[in-house]
């Protein structure tokens, strides 16, 4: 009897505290800093994504969005800030130059 309430108590200590398995499912938490970058790669797609509106050609179009999300996601598991850092400022300057030439059609 004293095991079997043993038992029960870990039981209802897991439950009242949350089990490893709930937390995993949320996935790990962010540092201050990762968040902000991740903040920052969101609004820099969200703006290539809206920025796409303005070519004309649908194919090139869709062609152009294929190609970013294909890139955000090859670097989803980038965890590295300098790294993500790096990332960010050269998709933004890539993202500028082809700005550039779609204004310029």
Not at 39 to 63: C, E, F, G, K, V
């Amino acid at each position: 009897m004293r095991h079997f309430l043993a038992s029960a108590g870990s039981v209802f200590r897991t439950y009242a505290t949350g089990s490893s398995s709930s937390r995993t499912r949320l996935g790990p938490t962010l540092s201050l800093e990762h968040f902000v970058q991740r903040s920052r790669a969101l609004a820099l797609y969200r703006h290539i994504l809206r920025a796409t509106r303005r070519i004309a050609d649908p194919s090139t179009r869709a062609d152009t969005r294929r190609f970013a999300r294909q890139e955000f996601e090859r670097n989803r598991g980038v965890t590295d800030l300098d790294h993500i850092r790096y990332l960010l400022s050269t998709g933004k300057t890539e993202w500028e130059s082809m700005e550039r030439y779609i204004d310029g059609l």
